[in-house]
């Protein structure tokens, strides 16, 4: 059973950094393909696709609201997927999960709908303040 866990929130102030980290364990060794995506969910709305990487290619996709502040990348341990925030706004506040799945997607992206997504991690909460 895939399981997912994230790690590095935190509250930081507006401007500041944070890396996030996923560490996925259960996987067949057979998929090696994956795709990894973050998801933001700010109070009272729907998880927002942020930042999705490709592991086996590194070909990464950005939501426009993130990009130039937000990377994703492959980490150095094993299974794991990193993001990291420069330049904090308040609107970057919210739980942040890491989603993950296996097989080819059109284009060679992977998504940032969170339907196609089908492990999910429980979060970590990421709270930027002034």
């Known amino acids: 059973q895939v399981q997912l866990v994230e790690s590095g929130g935190g509250s930081v102030q507006v401007g500041g950094s944070l890396k996030l980290s996923c560490v996925a364990s259960?996987?067949?060794?057979?998929?090696?393909?994956?795709?990894v995506a973050w998801f933001r969910q700010a109070p009272g709305k729907e998880p927002e696709g942020v930042a999705s990487i490709v592991t086996w290619t590194g070909r990464t996709n950005y939501a426009e609201s993130v990009k130039g502040r937000f990377t994703i990348y492959t980490g150095n341990a094993e299974n794991t997927v990193e993001l990291q925030i420069h330049t904090l706004a308040p609107e970057d506040t919210g739980i942040y999960y890491c989603?993950?799945?296996?097989?080819?997607?059109?284009?060679?992206?992977?998504?940032?709908?969170?339907?196609?997504?089908?492990?999910w991690g429980k979060g970590t909460q990421v709270t930027v303040s002034s």
């Open positions: 259960g996987y067949p060794s057979s998929s090696s393909n994956k795709h």
């Open positions: 989603a993950a799945k296996s097989g080819v997607s059109p284009g060679g992206l992977a998504p940032l709908m969170k339907d196609e997504y089908v492990h």
